[in-house]
């Protein structure tokens, strides 16, 4: 696999960062994930306006030559790795550099900006979005600047885990006793034929796909409420589902082992995930 | 300067580490600070043993010869880097190690951990410690397992750097209405001549430091609250000082521009420093 890291492609297994990287010390840096359909690159200016986002509220910059040449060096790579043909997602991930002394603030003159790139083939999570997924509920222990795409994703990794122990798929995540978000997706929750949905806060990541999901709500006329909806309010949903970029629309059959609605994807699901997946390929 | 990385002695600009290292993609480790003076290390059992600690918390599985061996790799940095004279510190960084593809759950089979360790010279900021230092008061924004002692370090850096572009030193965090740290020492506040501090819960870091304060304290027959002090009565407080490896006892005069008690080092954190700075270098 060949990935792009501060100006070379070159094998991963040649790929080196420094430990003085500040993104190895500190988790100092922002990523995205774009999916990629036939070359095509679904929502990419969306990402890279997130990317942008996210390093001005670390305060990390980056030439504007080199954010502009982003998309280039991601088509280069999915060139390069033989993957124009089928789906593919491409990894990016911006840091603050390799800076020694190891220091809290920041390195003073600044340093360059680590950049690496990596794409691989993407496989869809079809029969997961087929039958739907389970999930626990835990506590959403976050920092409170989830708004930034950031690498401090050890909360994220450690309730994904826990998930996968309990033999479960993902996670509902519960902060001040209101739903926020799933590890690595967006959550929806249908009442009624009307959605909810957590607002773009700093509580949440707004996830690209949330946008298309609201975008397709909006299409289809389904009432959306921008507000966060109580765990006690739980049990009493119609449906419930994720949304990601690489979850894509994923129903949400159980929770702690008690049914969602239902119990199996309900019709609003099923509606947004044939919309979604119309506007993916489009 | 000679670090060391995952079983070999080498020269920093000479050690590298993958991007795939889940240190760089999620901080996905735990690191350690020591001081250390003419080659004896302060309080090194309890650093090994709050590593031991994150370790667990995180589920990073080091074999535990290598844990043990940590104490001998350190001094043998030391030596290397003709270290064992005057003062230094030595950081230890342990992260789950390298893995592809990028997954939030812990990769299988479980990867090698990367061991990092580097040694400086380390000069004591005596003239703060004299002088005492200013700081800003600015949320908490943290996750809530501060009682980790990991490498997702992004608030406290940003907390740091927005000090330093306030002009003053360090930052006074308070979550939910109370003070909990500053972001990287932890936090005494005097009032008539008793101390009051955070508890040791998930919102703070038991620092190493804040646990010979204590016992320093006890010795002392100062009273000790193990209670958080209201962000309210901050400026009713008669002193408030800081207590950290590097930061050792240093004195806070003003938050956000007002004066603590005098606005000048009370006669409180005086004895403690006095007692502090005998532990250390006996």
Same mark, same amino acid.
């Not at 949903?237 to 994923?250: A, M, P």
């Given at each position: 696999?060949?990935?792009?890291?501060? &100006?070379?492609?070159? %094998?991963?297994?040649?790929?080196? *960062?420094?430990? @003085?990287?500040?993104?190895?010390?500190?988790?100092?840096?922002?990523? $995205?994930?774009?999916?990629?359909?036939?070359?095509?690159?679904?929502? +990419?200016?969306?990402?890279?306006?997130?990317?942008?986002?996210?390093?001005?509220?670390? #305060?990390?910059?980056?030439?504007? @030559?080199?954010?502009?040449?982003?998309?280039?060096?991601?088509?280069?790579?999915?060139?390069?790795?033989?993957?124009?043909? &089928? $789906?593919?997602?491409?990894?990016?991930?911006?840091?603050? &550099?390799?800076?020694?002394?190891?220091?809290?603030?920041?390195?003073? !003159? %600044?340093?360059? !900006?680590?950049?690496?790139?990596?794409?691989?083939?993407?496989?869809?999570?079809?029969?997961?979005?087929?039958?739907? /997924?389970?999930?626990?509920?835990?506590?959403?222990?976050?920092?409170?600047?989830?708004?930034?795409?950031?690498?401090?994703?050890?909360?994220?990794?450690?309730?994904?885990?826990?998930? #996968?122990?309990?033999?479960?798929?993902?996670?509902?995540?519960?902060?001040?006793?209101? =739903?926020? +978000?799933?590890?690595?997706?967006?959550?929806?929750? /249908?009442?009624?034929?009307?959605?909810?949905?957590?607002?773009?806060?700093?509580?949440?990541?707004?996830? *690209?796909?949330?946008?298309?999901?609201? +975008? *397709?709500?909006?299409?289809?006329? =389904?009432?959306?409420?921008?507000?966060?909806?109580?765990?006690?309010?739980?049990?009493?949903?119609?449906?419930?589902?994720? @949304?990601?970029?690489?979850?894509?629309?994923?129903?949400?059959?159980?929770?702690?082992?008690?049914?969602?609605?239902?119990?199996?994807?309900?019709?609003? /699901?099923?509606?947004?995930? #044939?919309?979604?997946?119309?506007?993916?390929?489009?």
């Amino acid at each position: 696999m060949i990935i792009y890291l501060n &100006g070379s492609f070159l %094998e991963h297994t040649d790929a080196t *960062i420094s430990p @003085s990287d500040r993104g190895f010390l500190f988790g100092d840096g922002v990523y $995205e994930v774009t999916r990629v359909i036939r070359g095509n690159f679904f929502m +990419e200016e969306m990402h890279m306006g997130r990317l942008r986002e996210g390093l001005d509220g670390l #305060k990390i910059n980056v030439h504007n @030559s080199i954010l502009k040449s982003i998309p280039d060096i991601s088509r280069e790579l999915l060139k390069k790795n033989d993957l124009l043909g &089928g $789906e593919a997602s491409v990894y990016l991930q911006i840091t603050r &550099g390799a800076a020694w002394p190891r220091t809290h603030v920041f390195p003073e !003159p %600044e340093a360059e !900006p680590t950049i690496f790139l990596s794409a691989t083939a993407f496989k869809p999570h079809t029969t997961l979005h087929e039958t739907g /997924v389970d999930a626990i509920k835990i506590p959403d222990v976050r920092w409170t600047r989830c708004n930034l795409k950031t690498v401090n994703l050890l909360p994220n990794t450690l309730a994904k885990q826990q998930a #996968k122990e309990a033999g479960v798929d993902s996670a509902v995540m519960v902060r001040d006793g209101v =739903i926020t +978000e799933s590890p690595n997706a967006n959550i929806f929750c /249908v009442k009624k034929g009307e959605l909810y949905t957590f607002p773009a806060t700093n509580y949440i990541l707004n996830g *690209i796909t949330r946008r298309v999901v609201l +975008e *397709i709500a909006h299409t289809l006329s =389904i009432p959306v409420h921008l507000i966060p909806v109580r765990e006690d309010d739980l049990y009493d949903l119609d449906e419930l589902f994720f @949304s990601g970029t690489t979850t894509d629309i994923q129903p949400v059959n159980q929770v702690d082992g008690r049914a969602i609605g239902t119990g199996h994807p309900g019709p609003i /699901v099923r509606q947004i995930q #044939k919309a979604f997946t119309e506007r993916l390929h489009s």
